[in-house]
């Protein structure tokens, strides 16, 4: 994003992740699923590896030259330990060097986090959760889905009003 303004934007749905058997080792929250439009038989079915993910995201990221740049997120700790995981599930064993090497971050920050921000700046709202932060500087989803993208893209839309009211100030 430049601003509020979206430059580019991907979205990819990942599949569970497995063991070297093909056995899930990790499921999707019911509640996730419940407020995504997605099903579990289709997460199965139509979700990426993983490891695919972090190589295609590291070519968008190239692609925008968005290695340093600040990443956004509404709820930055949950985001960031979930990136990490990501990253640690990307890595491999080297049988050769005989260790496991990670695979190297695509997007390296800083991270910042729209939610902490917004309940440091004094809006003085009631909740702090992404619908009603977005609704008090005029933003709102285009759809009902609740999906990651159009997550990604409010808290970034919020960043930006918050860092212009800061700005303003």
């Given at each position: 994003m430049e601003g509020s303004d979206v430059v580019d934007s991907k979205e990819w749905?990942?599949?569970p992740p497995t063991d070297k058997n093909g056995n899930i080792t990790r499921e999707y929250?019911?509640?996730a699923l419940e407020i995504s439009s997605y099903t579990w038989p289709?997460?199965?079915r139509d979700g990426m590896p993983i490891a695919a993910v972090m190589a295609e995201l590291t070519g968008f990221a190239a692609a925008h030259n968005a290695h340093g740049l600040t990443v956004v997120a509404f709820n930055a700790p949950f985001?960031?330990?979930w990136?990490?995981?990501c990253l640690f599930l990307s890595g491999s064993w080297n049988q050769h060097l005989?260790?496991?090497e990670t695979f190297v971050p695509?997007?390296?920050g800083p991270?910042?986090?729209a939610r902490l921000l917004a309940v440091t700046s004094g809006l003085g709202l009631e909740r702090y959760d992404l619908d009603t932060v977005a609704r008090h500087f005029g933003l709102s989803r285009s759809t009902e889905k609740h999906g990651a993208l159009e997550d990604a893209i409010l808290a970034g839309r919020i960043y930006s009003a918050l860092r212009l009211e800061k700005v303003a100030a």
């Open positions: 749905l990942l599949a929250a019911v509640n289709q997460i199965k985001d960031l330990g990136y990490s995981e005989r260790r496991f695509p997007l390296v991270w910042q986090c």
